[in-house]
């Protein structure tokens, strides 16, 4: 089956701790993105990437960096400098271009939380 | 800037119409998603518009003018799992050609009652 899987599902950090979010894709998609979602906001751009080894900051890429070396992995890092990582991460992929075809699909998720 | 606005909670009766209205203002336009979200779980995609007018998938229906930013979700027939939050987003231009973002509303989530 074709999907996004990200992993882990939960995780914990410490104080002054840098954590990797996984994200793979096998849809062949060329380009992935990184949201943030806290309780009553609405998904907030992190990051994205639309070829390998090329990517570019969203709307809150402050604390944060990613790596784009495979097509089909986009890991995302939360480093010690995010003051407020506590959050709901979802990893999205879609097909380059406008139309239809160009729809993001969301993975399952990664739910952050600060020790 | 970029400003999306649809309601923060909403509650029907199983069996019902609802409808959840979302306005936008966006600097640049290239489509309107519809996704729903059940607590915890990934957004899954219901509908696109980027004509104006209504496009019908089963019992969801999604309608949109651009000329008044506006779109709406129309769900009939309702049923308990469509409990969940339905979230609005607008596909504006990023940098680079053929580049392009989605911006979301903060979603609006839905209570539907026996």
């Known amino acids: 089956d074709g999907g996004i899987t990200q992993s882990p599902k939960y995780l914990f950090r410490k104080e002054g701790q840098n954590v990797t979010l996984s994200c793979e894709q096998n849809l062949n998609h060329d380009a992935m993105y990184w949201y943030r979602q806290d309780p009553g906001q609405g998904l907030r751009l992190i990051y994205y990437s639309q070829i390998v080894n090329d990517f570019q900051k969203g709307d809150i890429a402050e604390g944060y960096s990613v790596s784009r070396e495979k097509k089909e992995s986009f890991p995302l890092t939360v480093t010690s400098a995010q003051k407020n990582p506590t959050a709901f991460y979802l990893c999205a992929s879609s097909i380059m271009g406008a139309g239809l075809k160009n729809i993001q699909y969301f993975g399952a998720g990664t739910r952050l939380s600060v020790l | 800037g970029q400003n999306i606005d649809q309601p923060t909670e909403m509650t029907a009766t199983e069996g019902a119409i609802v409808q959840i209205n979302c306005t936008y203002q966006?600097?640049?336009?290239?489509?309107l998603f519809w996704y729903q979200q059940h607590a915890g779980e990934a957004p899954t995609f219901l509908s696109y518009n980027v004509l104006d007018g209504l496009e019908e998938k089963g019992r969801f229906s999604s309608f949109l003018s651009r000329s008044k930013g506006y779109s709406y979700l129309l769900l009939k027939e309702l049923q308990m799992k469509d409990s969940a939050s339905y979230l609005c987003a607008v596909r504006v231009p990023l940098r680079g050609a053929g580049s392009y973002q989605l911006t979301f509303g903060k979603g609006t989530k839905l209570s539907v009652i026996p």
């Open positions: 966006t600097s640049g336009f290239n489509g």
